[in-house]
């Protein structure tokens, strides 16, 4: 990627994020304003390279539900209700939602550990049911926990065991996730002994030991700390960048909007909105500049700019329509003396997307 | 209903009828186990341990019998080293209630009635008494360890060494001598019974027998069990119609039973002597002549079915 | 043999044959072999990291060195209480572990949710159970060895120690002891698909209260009858008889009284009861795999 000359100075002076899906970046990742070199700017949508799925279906759910009944509630409660999602092959699908939509509940049907009340599910084009599946699958559960007794090495020779590998093949795979995770300096530590990031690191080497097809990941950051999280995230897009199909489930929407490809919102059981970001969020309808170091005076002359919506406290709107017309902005910005600090193109946050899809099903509870 | 689902309740269902069935098996080889399937001792067995420290309770009531029993037969240990003899009664039968195969515990309490409160007893009645139960303690223990030649063999000591029964007590020795750890002994004492009573009408029988077993010449043990077979066997032969010796020989067992320290007053109530008012020894029963002094002698009640001992020949006439 | 003996183990053989022979189970039952062992290993490693495991074993071995400090007692006395109390603490702790152990073997994967990471891969839930029943026999045969080991070892050292009076020998019985021992071992497997077949359907305390109170009914048996023959109201009579009927007979493996008392072992009813006890193992286990392929993880 070429070196833009215009964010020379503004990478010495503040936080910007290079973009392409291996992810180089530097410290933690922010919520928001990824984006990549500029050149790709305009083409992208919201900065992010956007995978585009090769079209088979891998997993199919087909009015999928599952109702809880005990002799307290002998209506029952409904954790997944009439659920229909399908993921492809390659792409990287998030179910999000809020504590109790039932994304866990879902993952855990999928899997064979709970069973459904009605509907199907149908993975590899093969039942649920069907135990092959499973040979297929890596499941990250959340808050993995392993045997404490044992360390990383140990555990993931008993889990390359249940696949039936030889002690040669078992060997090799556990040295090749070791190294995947990072984990290799820490193989015979036990796993009490871990810290919290390394236990998800361990519990992702076990869910890749066969080298699955399907990668199923429950909360994969949760209780991380932020480099943790940043650490979890780039497997995960190694992961991707592999072939991997993931379904991944998650509330943490930075985590989100920064690997999955499609993304559906679950609330009370039931899928309220599925798309692509793009999708769902709509097109960004203006880029921002954000500069300092211009007066009033010389503000003017930036506002000025034809394709200039406004200025407000150094940030600098340019609409849509417009956006063939930044160069010359900048071009003015830098003219009239303003340092260029940021470049964006805002589009409405996951979280925004989550909350009015959430108003439409439930105004109450959006409140 | 599914087809899986209805699979797995026939499943269910096939199982729960392997499981009964095999309810029968279980009770039938339980009760073949006579160590564990007691149901009518088990109730008494809870009484008797009240007299035994707490871990023994506990141990009892654990299924752990034998290992109660044991700690009561430390306790009992302890009471006779004490000196308390008439305490040691209650702790011996809660050992012998808790484990029944202990034989050593049976021939101690057995014993120890027969025997030792026995002795220490003051007037007929309570000596009668103690005799009585000693016998009764070790037809208990015969009866639970019908297996055991020990056990068999110490009733039969007691009846003939203590209650002077010697019929009985025969009967119990070649009960003991049937068994093949039996020792050479018991088959000596079998004729013995009848030596001390010239009841040669089973004596010779005896000595046939006796001199049948334990024949190996490589034992030490049976080449002398032959030697004194064999020579009271021709003894006998030898003197079978000498009245010196029936004499002697009734002397002698009364002389025995004087060192045994066995009171002649006795004999009042015994099924088989007679107290002879004129020497004060006793004589076998149903001979109207003392068989020491020769005198007259009244006869007492005699005990039904008891055969009567050999009469004395009618020409001894002196001591 | 007995003919019903006989008829079960036909059964057995039948539904074994049938199982291998149909078409659409027989790879399952071949996969279903080093899947359980593989499960098996890791439970037995996990209770060797046990440190509780370890110290109750050290325990008892300290127990089994002390019983030797009877030296006032004639050696026909010793060796009796050695060997009863002996066979009493292997009884004991071992019953004790095989409770602990196979109580928190499925419910503590449960509640860790470790057990996830296992379903999700291609493991049956049956396999699942088995390989627990295997890996918690594995470890108890381990601890019941080693305990029985340890007093063969402390009855042979007494032995050579002790000098036989004419009348009292020491008479350390060994090869009853063992198979006293080994008997002991076979009431615990039976305890312990028991109490996995209990586990599958409930709570970590629950599945411990219910162990205690069938292996004291279990040892009660003949209590249980007799109570039973004397009830007087029909309901407890009826609710006796089926406690008695129903509660596996551990004490068809007790041959603890015979061998303390150097009384003759009937082997034979002791193999007959190992032969039941694995058949009635082998159902729990099945009713087990029911239980829990049903149950929502």
Redesign the interface.
């Known amino acids: 990627m070429q070196e833009n000359p215009y964010l020379l100075d503004t990478r010495i002076s503040g936080p910007i994020y290079w973009c392409d899906s291996g992810g180089k970046g530097t410290g933690s990742s922010p919520a928001f304003g990824r984006h990549s070199g500029i050149g790709d700017f305009v083409s992208k949508h919201g900065g992010r390279r956007q995978r585009v799925a090769s079209g088979e279906i891998v997993l199919q759910t087909d009015g999928l539900t599952k109702v809880y009944r005990s002799l307290f509630t002998p209506v029952g409660v409904k954790a997944v209700d009439d659920l229909n999602l399908s993921v492809r092959r390659g792409e990287t699908y998030s179910i999000v939602g809020p504590n109790g939509s039932g994304k866990t509940t879902t993952l855990k049907i999928l899997l064979g550990l709970i069973f459904p009340t009605a509907g199907s599910a149908t993975i590899f084009d093969k039942s649920i049911a069907d135990l092959s599946v499973r040979g297929q699958i890596g499941f990250l559960p959340e808050d993995a926990y392993l045997y404490d007794v044992f360390n990383g090495e140990e555990l993931l020779d008993f889990y390359a065991g249940l696949f039936g590998y030889s002690k040669r093949r078992r060997k090799e795979l556990v040295d090749e996730l070791l190294s995947l995770v990072g984990m290799q300096a820490n193989r015979k530590v036990p796993f009490r002994e871990c810290s919290k990031g390394m236990r998800q690191r361990l519990a992702l080497a076990q869910a890749l030991v066969n080298d699955p097809e399907l990668l199923i990941l429950d909360e994969p950051t949760s209780g991380l700390d932020p480099a943790g999280r940043h650490q979890m995230t780039r497997l995960i897009l190694e992961l991707k960048r592999r072939g991997k199909t993931i379904l991944l489930c998650s509330h943490f929407l930075a985590e989100v909007e920064e690997v999955c490809d499609r993304v559906g919102i679950m609330y009370r059981g039931r899928l309220v909105a599925e798309g692509t970001l793009s999708e769902l969020a709509g097109e960004p309808t203006e880029i921002v500049v954000t500069t300092s170091g211009i007066d009033a005076m010389r503000a003017e002359q930036i506002t000025s700019h034809s394709g200039v919506l406004g200025m407000d406290d150094g940030v600098v709107r340019i609409g849509h329509e417009s956006a063939g017309e930044l160069w010359s902005v900048l071009e003015t910005i830098h003219r009239a003396g303003g340092k260029i600090l940021e470049v964006r193109r805002p589009r409405p946050s996951l979280q925004d997307v989550f909350v009015r899809a959430i108003r439409q099903d439930a105004p109450e509870e959006a409140q | 209903m599914s087809s899986g689902r209805s699979r797995?309740l026939i499943?269910?269902f096939l199982?729960?009828g392997?499981?009964l069935?095999?309810?029968?098996?279980?009770?039938?080889?339980?009760r073949?186990?006579p160590?564990?399937?007691?149901?009518?001792r088990?109730?008494k067995r809870?009484s008797a341990i009240s007299v035994g420290p707490t871990p023994a309770v506990i141990?009892a009531l654990?299924?752990?019998?034998?290992?109660a029993?044991?700690l009561l037969?430390l306790k009992a240990?302890r009471v006779w080293d004490g000196g308390s003899w008439w305490a040691m009664l209650p702790i011996l039968d809660a050992v012998t209630e808790l484990?029944p195969?202990?034989?050593?515990a049976w021939q101690v309490y057995g014993w120890h009635a027969a025997y030792n409160l026995h002795a220490e007893s003051e007037t007929i009645v309570d000596k009668r008494y103690w005799l009585d139960r000693g016998v009764t303690i070790l037809e208990k223990a015969v009866e639970a360890?019908p297996?055991?030649w020990e056990m068999i063999f110490e009733l039969g000591w007691t009846l003939y060494d203590r209650a002077h029964e010697p019929w009985r007590a025969s009967e119990y020795f070649y009960r003991a001598d049937q068994f093949p750890g039996a020792k050479s002994y018991v088959s000596r004492l079998y004729y013995r019974c009848f030596e001390g009573v010239l009841d040669f009408e089973r004596l010779f029988p005896a000595l046939e027998y006796a001199k049948g077993r334990h024949t190996d010449p490589n034992v030490s043990d049976d080449v002398q069990h032959q030697v004194i077979a064999n020579r009271d066997y021709d003894w006998w032969v030898q003197h079978k119609d000498d009245p010196q010796e029936h004499r002697r020989q009734i002397v002698l067992e009364n002389t025995k039973r004087a060192e045994r320290s066995v009171p002649f007053y006795l004999y009042p109530d015994d099924p088989y002597w007679q107290v002879c008012p004129i020497c004060g020894l006793p004589s076998p029963k149903g001979s109207d002549v003392c068989s020491v002094c020769g005198a007259p002698v009244k006869q007492l009640s005699e005990r039904a079915g008891r055969p009567s001992p050999a009469s004395i020949p009618p020409d001894r006439t002196e001591l | 043999m007995?003919p019903?003996?006989a008829f079960?183990i036909g059964?057995f053989i039948v539904i074994v044959a049938l199982v291998l022979t149909r078409r659409q189970w027989a790879p399952a039952a071949v996969h279903a072999v080093p899947s359980v062992w593989r499960i098996a290993k890791i439970t037995v490693a996990e209770a060797r990291r046990r440190r509780v495991i370890q110290a109750v074993v050290i325990l008892v071995v300290l127990i089994l060195i002390s019983m030797t400090f009877f030296s006032y007692?004639s050696p026909?006395?010793q060796s009796?209480?050695l060997i009863?109390?002996g066979l009493?603490a292997i009884?004991?702790f071992g019953i004790l572990l095989a409770i602990f152990i196979a109580a928190f073997l499925i419910p503590q994967e449960l509640e860790s949710r470790t057990v996830y990471a296992i379903l999700a891969k291609p493991v049956r839930r049956f396999e699942f159970v088995l390989g627990k029943y295997v890996g918690a026999l594995i470890i108890l045969a381990a601890i019941v060895a080693t305990m029985t080991v340890v007093l063969v070892g402390v009855l042979m050292l007494q032995d050579s120690l002790v000098q036989d009076l004419p009348d009292s020998a020491f008479n350390p019985n060994l090869k009853g002891v063992v198979f006293a021992a080994i008997m002991n071992y076979f009431a615990i497997a039976v305890l312990t698909g028991l109490i996995i077949l209990i586990s599958t359907v409930a709570s970590t305390t629950m599945t411990v209260i219910s162990a205690f109170i069938i292996w004291?009914v279990g040892?009660?048996?003949?209590?249980i009858?007799?109570?039973a023959?004397?009830a007087e109201l029909p309901v407890t009579k009826a609710l006796l008889t089926v406690v008695y009927?129903?509660v596996?007979?551990l004490?068809?493996f007790?041959?603890?009284?015979?061998v303390?008392?150097f009384?003759?072992i009937?082997y034979g009813?002791g193999w007959?009861?190992v032969i039941?006890g694995i058949?009635?193992t082998a159902?729990?286990l099945?009713?087990a795999s029911?239980f829990f392929?049903?149950r929502q993880v």
């Open positions: 797995k499943l269910g199982m729960v392997i499981l069935m095999l309810v029968p098996v279980q009770d039938r080889i339980h073949a186990r160590q564990v399937f007691d149901p009518d088990k109730i809870v141990a654990g299924g752990f019998r034998t290992v029993a044991d037969w240990e484990d195969q202990f034989v050593l360890n297996d055991n | 007995n019903q003996l079960l059964l007692l026909q006395e009796r209480m009863s109390g009493a009884t004991v004291a040892s009660l048996q003949s209590t009858s007799d109570l023959a004397h009927l129903i596996p007979k004490e068809n007790d041959f603890r009284n015979e303390s008392n009384v003759p009937s009813t007959e009861a039941q058949g009635y159902v729990v099945i009713l029911i392929n049903d």
